[in-house]
C-alpha cells in the first residue's frame, strides 16, 4: 500500500525565521515523483516544489527546499525567512511513474506564520 | 496560458440528486485526475482520465463516475447523493508524468 504520513498537523513560525515540515512516505516501487504542495484558505493546490526519486541531489525553489532521504523514505520541506504569505495548508504527495497521475496525499500540515 | 478551471465553484444540490462537475484542463494537457477534499478522510483520488480513457480508478462507489471528450476537457458525475459526498472536488490537469496543475475546485455541498 502506498501511504504518506505528515506528523505535524499544525506548526508556527515567526516572520522570517526558517521552519521545516516533516513527510515520510511508503512505497515498494522505485520510480516516483515527490511533491509538496500549498493550499491557502483560496483552496487552490499550488505545487511548492517537486523532486525525482531517481535524483539524488535536493530540490530548491527560491526559500523552499528539501531534504530527501530516500532510503528512509523521508522527503521533509523546509521554508526559509518565512513569509505571512507563506500561512497555509501544507500537503507532501508521491505519484508512482507508472501508475500514470494518481497522487497519494498525506494528511496536510497547517502552518502559521506569525508577525 | 490560462489555468485549470472548474465548474461550478459552488454548488448545493439534495440527497438523491445527482451533480455532474466540469473540469477544463490546460491547453495540451491529456491528463485529468479527480480528487475528493473532506476534513475527515483528506485528499482522496478517484480517478484519471488520459486521452478519454479512464487510466486509473480510485476506491469509490460506483455512484462516481467520469469522462473525458476529445477536447481533454472531463466531467465528473456523482449519482444518488448523500449527505457523505459533501467535499471539495479538485481536479489536476497533466502534461507529463509526475507534474500537475490544480483547479480551484468545486465546493459541493449535498442537504
Known amino acids: 500500500a502506498q501511504t504518506v504520513t505528515q506528523s505535524q498537523p499544525e506548526m508556527s513560525v515567526q516572520e522570517a525565521e526558517t521552519v521545516t515540515l516533516s513527510c515520510t512516505y511508503d512505497t515498494s516501487e522505485n520510480n516516483y515523483y515527490l511533491f509538496w504542495y500549498k493550499q491557502p484558505p483560496s483552496r487552490q493546490m499550488i505545487l511548492v516544489i517537486r523532486?525525482?526519486?531517481?535524483?539524488?541531489q535536493n530540490a530548491t525553489e527560491n526559500r523552499f527546499s528539501v531534504n530527501f532521504q530516500k532510503a528512509a523514505k523521508s522527503f521533509s520541506l523546509k521554508i526559509s525567512d518565512s513569509q505571512l504569505g507563506d500561512t497555509a495548508m501544507y500537503f507532501c504527495?508521491?505519484?508512482?511513474?507508472?501508475?500514470?497521475?494518481?497522487?497519494?496525499f498525506g494528511t496536510g500540515t497547517s502552518l502559521t506564520v506569525i508577525p | 496560458k490560462a489555468g485549470v478551471t472548474q465548474t461550478p465553484r459552488y454548488l448545493i444540490k439534495t440527497r438523491g440528486q445527482q451533480v455532474t462537475l466540469s473540469c477544463s484542463p490546460i491547453?495540451?494537457?491529456?491528463?485529468v485526475s479527480w480528487y475528493q477534499q473532506t476534513p475527515g478522510q483528506g485528499l482522496q483520488f478517484l480517478f484519471e482520465y488520459f486521452s478519454e480513457t479512464q487510466r486509473n480508478k480510485g476506491n469509490f462507489p460506483g455512484r462516481f463516475s467520469g469522462r473525458q471528450f476529445s477536447n481533454s476537457r472531463s466531467e465528473m458525475n456523482v449519482s444518488t447523493l448523500e449527505l457523505g459526498d459533501s467535499a471539495l472536488y479538485l481536479c489536476?490537469?497533466?502534461?507529463?508524468?509526475?507534474?500537475?496543475?490544480f483547479g480551484q475546485g468545486t465546493r459541493l455541498t449535498v442537504v
Open positions: 489536476a490537469s497533466s502534461l507529463v508524468p509526475g507534474e500537475a496543475f
Open positions: 504527495a508521491f505519484t508512482i511513474s507508472r501508475q500514470g497521475n494518481q497522487f497519494y
Open positions: 523532486q525525482e526519486a531517481y535524483k539524488q
Open positions: 491547453s495540451g494537457h491529456r491528463s
